[in-house]
């Protein structure tokens, strides 16, 4: 009989070195056409060195970037996938066991104890689960390590409902010039809106899993993100906000109900390294790694 | 214009550098952010030394990925800069007392810092961000680490040995220049712009 715990724990762990060593295809290409389309020397520069650092980090399976970012997980449990809690506990030795082996660097910090050195949290909360139950019999996790510095420039705002969809523009142009230079640009932008003031972050980050140049499926919606990135790109940023190159690669959204007084906004935004790695995991221990 | 110096730095020769420059650095670096940053300023409020002699070296804004190897000894994984901003509250306080020759970070930072580094004959220079592996190829030898067990990985100085670290891209230069701000002020007036015709 399989150890599904111990596939879980193997599984996640090598999602984290895949995040942090290998940038899905999609976004590599988009650095690499932005290199190629930026004329200026300075935000070319950029590109090329992110480019080639992309490259030695695939080939020698370092981390990236020094960053390898706060652990987060999402994962999806089927009703008859064997295990259910002990997923959680395979998903935090696969988080110690990264740390050690790709290695990542020892990013949670307990604000008395200091560093944990391992990337896991002394009070249960790091790494971080977005836990959904579904039907079937597998189990799917998605590994999203994210950097501090693109964390840093995240924000919500609790938009007045009278201003509409024009406030929630108004609010991710603003969120965006003020991130600028500061969180490495080409950046990849989420926007949760709705529900309530954790839930449209939560709605934010999610977005930012859906590949690069996929459009929402509600036209509406598909519509908006496509005229913030539009408008976002005239802000200037160029590639690490020298002002050359591309500033915004994507604008993802995600919208669920709101309470009639509210109008939460939430904007999380990526770095040009856009890490996220997934995997499903049938109920006898078979791993479908999702193309990368 | 390209420079290549060497630590620690002349300051003739910073003072011929202008924003928008490319400079390289051989010599001493040593890594330091938030915490780092923090302690070696109490240590001086206490009329103590900080163990590394920053005058004239480059101060690497960076929380590098280290791994011991077989030997016991460490070896440099990946080591890109963080965001510089965060050492604004700090870093002229800094320069004052230390007097480093180049600050190496991402990101830029703000009027504090290019007024003391106009004062103190120092520059900034951008690494490309998340470029942390070309960084790590730069740096030849880890000469030493301090407060490791205290502050752990991300914040402990790390003393490295550089050669030819960069492209580093000058955006606060020694005559009070400073390129990231030119460029906010235009990120502001753009997103003005915007906002008038949404």
């Known amino acids: 009989m399989m150890d599904i715990a111990q596939v879980v724990e193997d599984t996640a762990a090598k999602l984290l070195e895949i995040s942090a060593t290998k940038l899905p295809s999609e976004v590599k290409e988009a650095l690499i056409q932005d290199e190629k389309d930026t004329e200026g020397s300075l935000g070319k520069s950029q590109l090329k060195a992110i480019n080639e650092n992309v490259i030695l980090a695939e080939t020698f399976t370092k981390p990236m970037c020094q960053d390898t970012g706060l652990v987060s997980f999402f994962v999806k449990i089927g009703d008859k996938f064997p295990i259910k809690s002990e997923v959680k506990t395979a998903l935090i030795k696969a988080t110690e066991k990264a740390t050690e082996k790709v290695p990542l660097r020892p990013n949670a910090v307990d604000m008395f104890e200091g560093n944990t050195k391992n990337n896991v949290g002394l009070r249960g909360y790091v790494p971080w689960f977005y836990f959904d139950l579904v039907e079937g019999d597998k189990c799917e996790i998605i590994a999203m390590p994210k950097g501090g510095g693109s964390s840093n420039v995240g924000k919500m705002k609790m938009v007045p409902p009278g201003k509409g969809i024009k406030g929630v523009k108004e609010f991710v142009v603003e969120a965006v010039a003020a991130a600028g230079p500061l969180a490495c640009p080409p950046y990849t932008v989420g926007v949760g809106v709705g529900g309530g003031e954790d839930m449209c972050m939560n709605l934010a980050k999610k977005a930012l899993l859906r590949p690069l140049y996929q459009y929402h499926e509600d036209e509406n919606i598909a519509s908006i993100e496509k005229e913030l990135k539009d408008i976002l790109n005239k802000l200037e940023i160029g590639a690490m906000g020298l002002g050359e190159g591309t500033s915004v690669f994507d604008v993802h959204m995600e919208f669920a109900a709101r309470h009639p007084a509210s109008l939460p906004v939430g904007v999380v935004i990526s770095c040009w390294a856009l890490r996220h790695a997934g995997a499903t995991i049938d109920r006898e221990g078979n791993v479908e790694w999702h193309p990368h | ?198």
């Not at chain 2, 901003?85 to 306080?93: C, G, L, P, S």
């Not at chain 2, 030849?140 to 490791?148: G, M, N, S, T």
């Not at chain 2, 891209?169 to 990231?180: A, F, K, L, V």
Request: net charge negative.
């Open chain 2, 1 to 198: 214009m390209e420079y290549h110096l060497t630590t620690p730095l002349p300051p003739e020769e910073l003072k011929k550098i202008k924003i928008g420059d490319v400079v390289y650095i051989t010599g001493t670096v040593v890594t330091a952010r938030d915490e780092a940053h923090l302690k070696a300023l109490e240590l001086h409020k206490e009329g103590k030394q900080p163990p590394v002699d920053f005058k004239g070296i480059g101060l690497f804004h960076c929380g590098p990925v280290m791994k011991k190897n077989e030997q016991g000894e460490w070896t440099v994984v990946a080591a890109g800069p963080t965001t510089s901003a965060r050492m604004e509250i700090f870093q002229d306080e800094f320069i004052k007392t230390f007097q480093p020759g180049i600050i190496i970070g991402k990101g830029g930072m703000g009027a504090r810092t290019t007024k003391a580094c106009q004062e103190e004959t120092c520059i900034y220079g951008y690494f490309t961000g998340g470029a942390a592996l070309l960084a790590a190829d730069r740096i030849k030898k880890v000469k030493d680490v301090f407060w490791y067990e205290e502050l752990g990985m991300p914040e402990s100085l790390w003393l490295f040995d550089v050669e030819n670290f960069g492209p580093l891209t000058i955006t606060i230069d020694t005559h009070g220049g400073n390129m990231t701000e030119k460029r906010i002020k235009k990120i502001e007036e753009n997103k003005d712009k915007i906002l008038q015709n949404l």
